[in-house]
């Protein structure tokens, strides 16, 4: 069982930036692929971005790709999501997602329910 707790959502002007944090309890956390998905309102959840198990593959939502960056650090059971140059309609509810099952291809985790584990999400509004 793993748990998953986001922070560090707020709100922020266009061309700013924010640092999403997930903390995630367990001691295997070295072994998920961690997901980032966002949902606005009125719209379904979006796939934003993944980072592998082993931290070697990424892969990107084409509207964040280049401005977004996935990241993370084992010893402190805890995945980021660096998130420059802001635009509204980067507005969303972000979620952070852990998968436990280990693909060779990253594109398998663009889907929602390839992820076991959810967190209850931080908002980001991002302001024009």
């Known amino acids: 069982q793993v748990q998953l707790v986001e922070s560090g959502g707020g709100l922020v002007q266009a061309g700013g930036s924010l640092r999403l944090s997930c903390a995630a309890s367990?001691?295997?956390?070295?072994?998920?692929?961690m997901g980032w998905f966002r949902q606005a309102p009125g719209k379904e959840r979006d796939f934003v971005g993944v980072l592998s198990w082993n931290g070697r593959s990424t892969l990107y939502a084409d509207s964040v790709k280049g401005r977004f960056t996935i990241s993370r650090d084992n010893a402190k059971n805890t995945v980021y999501l660096q998130m420059n140059s802001l635009k509204p309609e980067d507005t969303a509810v972000y979620y952070c997602?852990?998968?436990?099952?280990?693909?060779?291809?990253?594109?398998?985790?663009?889907?929602?329910?390839?992820?076991?584990?959810w967190g209850q999400g931080t908002q980001v509004t991002v302001s024009s």
């Open positions: 997602a852990a998968s436990p099952r280990r693909y060779s291809t990253i594109s398998y985790y663009l889907r929602a329910d390839e992820y076991a584990y």
């Open positions: 367990g001691r295997t956390f070295s072994s998920y692929a």
